[in-house]
């Protein structure tokens, strides 16, 4: 009996010591320090805290892992602290000090984690905007700490060059349907200004601020770009508000802070483009190849750094296990799509899913073989986003939402996939989605 009575006090214990608090408001405080390795309820208050600031980490499942680390190591660099992915002392305070609103601490539907839930989910319940919106408005920011040198009027060069054909590919990759218009190009010397003894210090907030007072509030998306190397993360995508339910992210608007009142939906840090552009064209193995004219380099990279808006956290990650309550076309790394989900477009999906081939002599599938120069945004091949990130954006017709996708047993590891003697798993449709995740909607 007093063994179990030591049991029962231990678990109290378990439950009164927790790593946050929550004050009369309904505010997470940070109380303990959090690292790759620590698990449990105050991880799952750290990573919920993390994407309703915009900071993209696969599933939430209470484990701090090498994904939720990157995610505090983004955090870190927007607000000046070392970027070293430990929620120590300083990262707590500016955590305890800088939160939104109430968030839920309960992990994701896909996940099978038992944790316990300390408040219920109100996350800026009074968002209102289009949630089928297809015309989205950006611009093309360049932070130089020199505005006049060479490298800057390059880089400008550069960029008009990207603009149009930018655009171009991102009304192709979403089939007609949405445009997106690259309204300015702007130089900015704001967030450069540690670039000499901290280069990985490059704060996208001070940067939207500038560009937004500047030249108004009409942006969507925002690409950052470098004349230098940020050395650190020099490539990510920056969630700042969403207002659609039920397509694997919460709802929160976090513009305020990017200085927006609304607006503004994702920031994108692309570095310095313009020098990976030059080191690849130099490499022996790229000298040798023709590269297209109309696909430049970056324009795959931008359109999937963008594509991270709407996807892809709607589904469960790929384990192979058979299991029929579950939609496994997530990857591996919890943020892209597994690339055994068939691209219907026979195409690559700049999201990761794979064009599927049938040989017809074995009755299995291979990898189709595409031309493409990909390490950098290289490609031959058209430019498409799945008809599940459409259906995210709330682009695609309610008549494809029966369309079935194959899903493939690739035996994808760290790495590594079979492109050949491929089976079918399984298959899927939006329909099916609806049924287990719930229709999109708009929070109002």
Not at 212 to 229: A, E, H, L, P, R
Not at 275 to 281: A, D, G, T, V
Not at 287 to 303: C, E
Request: aromatic share 12%; proline share 4%.
């Amino acid at each position: 009996m007093k063994k179990y009575r030591y049991i029962f006090i231990l678990f109290v214990l378990g439950l009164l010591i927790t790593p946050f608090s929550i004050n009369a408001a309904g505010i997470y405080s940070f109380n303990s320090n959090l690292s790759i390795g620590s698990r449990g309820s105050g991880v799952v208050a750290l990573q919920n805290t993390l994407i309703q600031k915009g900071f993209s980490l696969g599933l939430v499942d209470g484990s701090f892992g090498p994904k939720t680390k990157q995610a505090v190591i983004l955090f870190q660099i927007t607000k000046g602290l070392t970027p070293d992915g430990y929620v120590g002392p300083k990262t707590r305070n500016i955590l305890n000090n800088d939160n939104l609103s109430i968030i839920t601490v309960a992990p994701n539907k896909q996940n099978s984690v038992n944790l316990l839930p300390v408040a219920p989910i109100i996350v800026n319940s009074n968002l209102t905007a289009d949630c089928n919106q297809n015309k989205f408005n950006a611009a093309f920011v360049l932070v130089s700490p020199d505005p006049s040198d060479q490298k800057t009027n390059e880089f400008l060069t550069f960029l008009e060059d990207l603009k149009g054909k930018f655009e171009q590919a991102f009304k192709g990759a979403t089939y007609d349907l949405a445009t997106m218009n690259v309204e300015d190009i702007f130089i900015t010397k704001t967030g450069s200004e540690d670039y000499i003894n901290n280069p990985s210090q490059i704060n996208l907030q001070n940067v939207t601020k500038d560009l937004i007072s500047k030249n108004g509030d009409k942006y969507n998306f925002v690409y950052v770009f470098t004349t230098y190397d940020p050395q650190t993360n020099s490539q990510y995508f920056a969630q700042v508000k969403n207002i659609i339910k039920n397509i694997g992210f919460s709802t929160f608007d976090n513009s305020k802070y990017y200085g927006s009142s609304g607006k503004l939906l994702g920031v994108s840090l692309n570095g310095d483009f313009l020098s990976r552009y030059k080191s690849m064209l130099n490499r022996p193995d790229m000298l040798s190849r023709q590269l297209p004219t109309d696909a430049p380099f970056g324009i795959s990279d931008l359109i999937h750094e963008t594509g991270h808006q709407w996807c892809c956290h709607l589904g469960d990650k790929f384990s192979g296990n058979g299991d029929k309550s579950k939609i496994e076309i997530i990857g591996l790394d919890g943020s892209h799509y597994y690339t055994g989900l068939e691209s219907p477009a026979k195409t690559r999906d700049v999201l990761s899913s794979l064009p599927w081939v049938l040989d017809e002599n074995s009755g299995t599938y291979f990898l189709e073989k595409l031309t493409t120069i990909n390490d950098f945004g290289f490609s031959h091949y058209p430019i498409r986003y799945h008809p599940i990130t459409l259906y995210a954006m709330g682009l695609l017709s309610k008549d494809q939402y029966s369309k079935e996708f194959k899903i493939f047993d690739t035996d994808e590891k760290q790495g590594s996939m079979k492109d050949a003697d491929v089976e079918i798993y399984s298959k899927t449709s939006v329909n099916d989605i609806i049924k287990i995740f719930g229709e999109r909607t708009c929070s109002q």
